[in-house]
């Protein structure tokens, strides 16, 4: 079946792409860049690197624009799923979706419309075990977002390693936030997948940082050979 | 020992994770026995070692095990408790000559309880997730348990502890599943 893989260049939708690549034909990705920093669904800081992201895996990338306002967001993932049957002819869409039935629902309901098949096959995932997979795979995932107490300026950026990872674990017990970031609390940036044929090295970043809420932006970065 | 059935489109299918391993880690965490099988791979073995069945759901567009009535007509003389989710509960009520209605319902609806049932103990209704096109109409033999306001959410068959959930338990309501967890009596409790 040949799908296309909702991507914000986070951890789960890449990770979610790996898992459909085992299945089935990944044969686009898609992202919905929002330019509301505040949408509900589509928002991540460096989604503008998704086509980085993209020529790493050797992908190509549909990529449509969104003002991001509500219910408009969904017109626009729309459009880009349509484009994408037009031009890859996905039969089927894969999101990094885990607990949010808000999220999970509207791309249902959005593919239901346009008959295209719906993979979650991160759904309800044991986070602990998806976390350890992740790493175990070989994906590089690094923090670039922070939205959540008690995380500092200094998380921004760490990659996720055991070490990280541990501390997460520390943090999920301690605080009401999810071990995975599903919650809001962090958002991630994959530079290196089991699938890259190149990884991405961060050349350049800023930060900016206020009262837990803290944004890694890439403002520089190349492909390099892995 | 419980049967988990796969009713997704093939074997260790790219739903399996989305559909199975979520009801497989309930069942994991809370000590149960199970063994996984797909649709087409359940014979006479698999059932009379199983004390419970779970039949689990699938995507909205996956609807192939419908083509195979003959895989399910096991079910009319199991006698063992049953769990149909969602789909699993349309495989359930087309083994008991029920057909289906058009009824589209995703993401969560509040769910009425109708009649009393130690599933539902206690509870007046709660929210529960919801992923199905169709829902099922009530077969003969079976009594409507609970319904959202757009159709028939639960059922039980009159005399034997075959349910039909249309709404997924395992997402949001797992102390649905685990009271059905407690309808099992091991194989080396049962007679025969």
Redesign the interface.
């Given at each position: 079946m040949k799908l296309g893989v909702l991507f914000s260049g986070g951890k789960d939708s890449i990770f979610a792409c790996w898992k459909a690549m085992q299945q089935e034909e990944v044969v686009c990705l898609i992202t919905v860049v929002s330019k509301n920093p505040e949408s509900y669904m589509f928002h991540t800081p460096n989604i503008r690197l998704a086509a980085l992201q993209a020529e790493a895996a050797e992908l190509p990338l549909v990529e449509v624009e969104t003002a991001g306002e509500k219910e408009e967001e969904l017109l626009d993932l729309k459009r880009a799923l349509l484009a994408a049957r037009e031009q890859y002819g996905i039969e089927g869409v894969v999101t990094g979706a885990i607990l949010s039935i808000y999220q999970a629902a509207r791309v249902q309901r959005v593919c239901r419309e346009l008959d295209l098949w719906c993979f979650n096959p991160l759904w309800n995932a044991d986070q602990e075990a998806y976390m350890e997979e992740l790493i175990d795979a070989g994906f590089k995932v690094v923090i670039a977002g922070v939205f959540s107490c008690p995380f500092d300026a200094s998380w921004l950026g760490r990659e996720i390693d055991r070490r990280t990872l541990d501390e997460l674990r520390e943090i999920a017990r301690k605080y009401r936030v999810t071990l995975t970031g599903e919650g809001g609390e962090l958002e991630t940036f994959v530079v290196d997948a089991p699938f890259f044929a190149q990884r991405i090295a961060i050349e350049e970043a800023s930060k900016t940082y206020r009262n837990y809420n803290g944004v890694l932006r890439i403002e520089r970065a190349g492909l390099v050979a892995k | 020992m419980i049967l988990l059935i796969d009713l997704c489109y093939r074997e260790?299918?790219?739903?399996r994770?989305?559909f199975v391993?979520?009801v497989e880690?309930l069942l994991r965490r809370s000590g149960a026995p199970f063994f996984t099988r797909h649709y087409t791979a359940v014979g006479a073995p698999e059932l009379e070692a199983a004390d419970a069945v779970i039949l689990c759901g699938t995507?909205?567009?996956?609807t192939g095990y419908t083509e195979h009535p003959e895989l399910f007509r096991w079910l009319l003389s199991f006698e063992r408790p049953v769990l149909g989710i969602s789909s699993g509960m349309r495989a359930l009520a087309a083994a008991f000559g029920a057909g289906t209605e058009p009824c589209?319902e995703?993401?969560?609806a509040d769910v009425e309880v109708l009649a009393p049932d130690p599933l539902f103990d206690g509870q007046e209704g709660f929210p529960a997730?919801q992923?199905h096109?169709y829902a099922v109409q009530v077969p003969d033999t079976f009594v409507s348990l609970a319904a959202s306001d757009q159709c028939v959410q639960a059922i039980r068959h009159r005399s034997l502890p075959l349910y039909g959930f249309l709404f997924h338990p395992?997402?949001?309501n797992e102390w649905i599943l685990e009271r059905f967890l407690g309808l099992v009596t091991p194989v080396t409790g049962r007679s025969g």
């Amino acid at each position: 079946m040949k799908l296309g893989v909702l991507f914000s260049g986070g951890k789960d939708s890449i990770f979610a792409c790996w898992k459909a690549m085992q299945q089935e034909e990944v044969v686009c990705l898609i992202t919905v860049v929002s330019k509301n920093p505040e949408s509900y669904m589509f928002h991540t800081p460096n989604i503008r690197l998704a086509a980085l992201q993209a020529e790493a895996a050797e992908l190509p990338l549909v990529e449509v624009e969104t003002a991001g306002e509500k219910e408009e967001e969904l017109l626009d993932l729309k459009r880009a799923l349509l484009a994408a049957r037009e031009q890859y002819g996905i039969e089927g869409v894969v999101t990094g979706a885990i607990l949010s039935i808000y999220q999970a629902a509207r791309v249902q309901r959005v593919c239901r419309e346009l008959d295209l098949w719906c993979f979650n096959p991160l759904w309800n995932a044991d986070q602990e075990a998806y976390m350890e997979e992740l790493i175990d795979a070989g994906f590089k995932v690094v923090i670039a977002g922070v939205f959540s107490c008690p995380f500092d300026a200094s998380w921004l950026g760490r990659e996720i390693d055991r070490r990280t990872l541990d501390e997460l674990r520390e943090i999920a017990r301690k605080y009401r936030v999810t071990l995975t970031g599903e919650g809001g609390e962090l958002e991630t940036f994959v530079v290196d997948a089991p699938f890259f044929a190149q990884r991405i090295a961060i050349e350049e970043a800023s930060k900016t940082y206020r009262n837990y809420n803290g944004v890694l932006r890439i403002e520089r970065a190349g492909l390099v050979a892995k | 020992m419980i049967l988990l059935i796969d009713l997704c489109y093939r074997e260790d299918s790219l739903s399996r994770d989305e559909f199975v391993g979520p009801v497989e880690r309930l069942l994991r965490r809370s000590g149960a026995p199970f063994f996984t099988r797909h649709y087409t791979a359940v014979g006479a073995p698999e059932l009379e070692a199983a004390d419970a069945v779970i039949l689990c759901g699938t995507a909205l567009m996956d609807t192939g095990y419908t083509e195979h009535p003959e895989l399910f007509r096991w079910l009319l003389s199991f006698e063992r408790p049953v769990l149909g989710i969602s789909s699993g509960m349309r495989a359930l009520a087309a083994a008991f000559g029920a057909g289906t209605e058009p009824c589209c319902e995703i993401g969560m609806a509040d769910v009425e309880v109708l009649a009393p049932d130690p599933l539902f103990d206690g509870q007046e209704g709660f929210p529960a997730y919801q992923l199905h096109e169709y829902a099922v109409q009530v077969p003969d033999t079976f009594v409507s348990l609970a319904a959202s306001d757009q159709c028939v959410q639960a059922i039980r068959h009159r005399s034997l502890p075959l349910y039909g959930f249309l709404f997924h338990p395992e997402a949001r309501n797992e102390w649905i599943l685990e009271r059905f967890l407690g309808l099992v009596t091991p194989v080396t409790g049962r007679s025969g």
